[in-house]
T-cell receptor, first 112, second 113 residues
């Protein structure tokens, strides 16, 4: 049973435009959410996170929004750059379990 | 600069062979994890450990075992490889407590033929 879902396997965005990546979860015990970026043949790298006490967290070009009632979060990248082309994974945990549950990933391609 | 280092980037093994995947972290983290990444399935947790000699099964432990004899080292063992274990294997470590990120190694691409 997939507790963290990324329903869009791929997304293509023009350079300079906004990229919006979505993530849904089913476990209401999740209270900390992270986004990771992964290039081919490399390990995932941490991008940004949000605690359930917030509904928005911003770091430079990256903003994560959390809607707890809808069990939905999104990652906004503005403006998108070609170097952002990668697979993005959403992850969640309950704060005490320490193990992260990941989504299936969204491949973002930023075109010139 | 924090680091999680996996012993191999690429491995090719024959069906039935035994494989050790080793992972070392230099951040003094209690928690360590092994995931595998497959297309369309994301990252799935195989095993994790929250202390030396402690281990917990993740979501897909069948066909795998682990060893944690020292805090900095977490090994994944495939006793008898099969072709469905062809995958990207990712080790991670994480500080315990709330609201922390996990740090990943560079991954090991294992091909079983």
């Amino acid at each position: 049973d997939q507790q963290v879902k990324q329903n869009s396997p791929s997304l293509s965005v023009q350079e300079g435009r906004i990229s919006i990546l979505n993530c849904d979860y089913t476990n209401s015990m999740f209270d900390y959410f992270l986004w990771y970026k992964k290039y081919p043949a490399e390990g995932p790298t941490f991008l940004i996170s949000i605690s359930s006490i917030k509904d928005k967290n911003e770091d430079g070009r990256f903003t994560v929004f959390l809607n707890k009632s809808a069990k939905h979060l999104s990652l906004h990248i503005v403006p998108s750059q070609p170097g952002d082309s990668a697979v993005y994974f959403c992850a969640a945990d309950t704060g005490t379990a320490s193990k992260l549950t990941f989504g299936t990933g969204t491949r973002l391609q930023v075109t010139l | 600069d924090v680091k999680v280092t996996q012993s191999s980037r690429y491995l090719v093994k024959r069906t039935g062979e035994k494989v050790f995947l080793e992972c070392v972290q230099d951040m003094d983290h209690e928690n360590m994890f092994w995931y595998r990444q497959d297309p369309g399935l994301g990252l799935r947790l195989i095993y994790f450990s929250y202390d030396v000699k402690m281990k917990e099964k993740g979501d897909i432990p069948e066909g795998y075992s682990v060893s944690r004899e020292k805090k900095e080292r977490f090994s994944l063992i495939l006793e008898s490889t099969s072709t469905n274990q062809t995958s990207m294997y990712l080790c991670a470590s994480r500080s315990p407590g709330q609201n922390t990120e996990a740090f990943f190694g560079q991954g090991t691409r294992l091909t079983v033929v």
